[in-house]
Structure formats: structure tokens, C-alpha cells
């Protein structure tokens, strides 16, 4: 059998998480492009050195990281500057991806859950995908979901909320909906569940 190529796409706060793991509970393959660019600026890196030569020694903490407060700043005082970092991470990070996702179609895995923050926003995703479930709930829930979890201010948290795509893009682009407001642990695993049955877990 084929092996089917899932999108997992939400908003801050939505449980897309949550439910990635879940998938993974059910047998799927989960390629998270967060974990993996988080991976490519940790020590050891493979963005470490080319990051140190566009932006200069500055840019790598003393731990041999990046320098993510120095980064943030620099980012926000020059757009360009986004632009040079992302041109670094992105071809990396979809590398990666590439190379994980054959790994589990070689391993002939029946579903493989790529979880992508900006799948909606980047446009060139959608043609490698099967199908793309989007989570989703109300905007009111994700401010509180990510202002009780991470403390951050309601009024911080509405500004990343607003700076993602919006709820409508989102739905737009889902072929399936996990309307994920009001559920408990319990009944968002079921309703999981009830997914990855379709999706041939």
C-alpha cells in the first residue's frame, strides 16, 4: 500500500501538537519542520557555521548556538536580515525533510505526518501532500491555551496570534477539520483516532 503524505497544519495554541503526537500513538511517522530547524542552529549544527559567516561571530552564542537574542534583534532592525537567515535554514530543513520522508516511504509506513507551522503561508507545500488536517479552534481559545502555558501577556499573545495566517486561510485549505474547542484529552485522542482510521492506521 501506498504510503499517503498527511499536512498537520493549526494556529499557535490550536493542540496541532498534541495531536501530532497522538497520530504517532496510532503507528504514523511524524517529520516536525520546527524540531528540525531548531536542530540545524543548536550546537553542532549544520546553519551553525554558515550563519557565523553571513552574520558574523555575534550571531553564535558561547555555547555554540545561535544567538537567538542577537538574531531576534538584529531581525527586527533589518528586514533583510530575515530574509538572508531564512535562505540559510529553509534549504536545510527541507533536506531534511526530503531525506526523513523517503526514509519512511522506503520503511513502506501507511502515513507520514509532516506537522508544518507555515504550510498555509508557504504555498509550495501543498502539491507533495495527499491531504492536509488542519486544528483548529477559536481564536479566544488559543490566546488563553498559549498565554496560561507559556505566561506571556494576552495582549503578546493576540500580536502572534494576528501575525499568522488567518483562521479562514487556514480552513481553505483543509480536505479535514479537528475542530479542537471545549474537547477534553480524552475525546480529542477519540476524535484523533477516528482520523488516522481513515488515514489507514
Known amino acids: 500500500m501506498a504510503t499517503l503524505r498527511l499536512g498537520l497544519t493549526g494556529g499557535i495554541g490550536s493542540g496541532k501538537s498534541t495531536v501530532g503526537r497522538m497520530l504517532v500513538d496510532r503507528g504514523a511517522i511524524l517529520i516536525d519542520a520546527d524540531a528540525l530547524s531548531r536542530a540545524t542552529t543548536a550546537v553542532g549544527g549544520a546553519a551553525i557555521p554558515l550563519i557565523e559567516k553571513a552574520f558574523g561571530a555575534n550571531a553564535i552564542g558561547a555555547d555554540g548556538a545561535l544567538n537567538r537574542d542577537a538574531m531576534r534583534t538584529l531581525v527586527f532592525n533589518d528586514p533583510g536580515a530575515k530574509m538572508r537567515l531564512e535562505s540559510i535554514i529553509h534549504p536545510l530543513v527541507s533536506q531534511e525533510i526530503a531525506a526523513q520522508a523517503q526514509a519512511a516511504e522506503d520503511a513502506s509506513a501507511a502515513l507520514i505526518v509532516f506537522d508544518i507551522p507555515l504550510l498555509v503561508e508557504s504555498g509550495h507545500w501543498r502539491q507533495s501532500l495527499h491531504r492536509v488536517l488542519v486544528v483548529d479552534c477559536q ?11 507559556n505566561g506571556l501577556p494576552v495582549a503578546d499573545v493576540e500580536k502572534i496570534v494576528s501575525a499568522q495566517a488567518p483562521r479562514a486561510k487556514r480552513l481553505a485549505a483543509a480536505d479535514v477539520v479537528l475542530y479542537n474547542d471545549g474537547l477534553s484529552l480524552d475525546q480529542l485522542a477519540r476524535e484523533t483516532g477516528e482520523i488516522a482510521t481513515r488515514f489507514g492506521l
Request: glycine share 0%; proline share 0%; hydrophobic share 45%.
Open 139 to 149: 481564536e479566544s481559545t488559543q490566546v488563553a491555551r498559549v498565554a496560561a502555558r
